[in-house]
C-alpha cells in the first residue's frame, strides 16, 4: 500500500537515514559539518529531518509527527553527480540546486546509496520535463 501523505498530494519516492553535510549555501562554501539526518524524498523537494520517525513507519514517512523538516530543497533544475572527489567518504552524492546550495549526502551501504542515486535521478528528469 502506498504511504499515506496527509497534507500533502505528493507521494514519497523514499525515505531513509543518511549522514548529510551543507558544503555551499548560495554559491558560498562552507565548512563541512557531517550530521546523520532523516531524508524524505518527495514531489520536488528533499527534505532533511533531524530525527527519524517515532511513529509506524507507513504513517510517519515525513518525519515525526507534526514537525516540520529542519531544512528542505528545491530539486527542480538540480544537478546529481557523484561525490567521490569532494570526500575521503564512500558512497558519497553530490547534489547542488539552481540557487546554489550544496549537499553531500552518504551512507556506508553502497546499494542504499546507489538506490538513493537511482531515486533522486528520476525526480530530477521528471521535473525537467515538466
Ligand atoms: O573536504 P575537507 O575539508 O577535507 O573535509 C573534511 C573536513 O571538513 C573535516 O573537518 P575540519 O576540517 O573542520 O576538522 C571533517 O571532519 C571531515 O569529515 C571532512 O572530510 P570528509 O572527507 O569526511 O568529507
Known amino acids: ?20 553535510t551543507k558544503i555551499a549555501q548560495g554559491g558560498r562554501k562552507l565548512r563541512k559539518n557531517w550530521c546523520p539526518s532523516w531524508v524524505v524524498l518527495a514531489g520536488n523537494s528533499l527534505m532533511f529531518y533531524r530525527e527519524p520517525p517515532r511513529a509506524a513507519p507507513s504513517s510517519a514517512v515525513w518525519g515525526p509527527a507534526g514537525s516540520r523538516p529542519e531544512s528542505s530543497v528545491d530539486l527542480r533544475g538540480a544537478a546529481l553527480a557523484h561525490g567521490r572527489h569532494l570526500s575521503s567518504r564512500r558512497n558519497v552524492l553530490h547534489i547542488r540546486t539552481v540557487p546554489g546550495h550544496e549537499f553531500l549526502l552518504q551512507s556506508d551501504l553502497e546499494a542504499e546509496l546507489r538506490a538513493w542515486h537511482h531515486a533522486l535521478r528520476a525526480v530530477i528528469e521528471r521535473l525537467d520535463r515538466e
Open 1 to 20: 500500500p502506498l504511504p499515506q501523505v496527509l497534507d500533502d498530494p505528493h507521494e514519497v519516492e523514499k525515505s531513509g537515514q543518511l549522514n548529510v
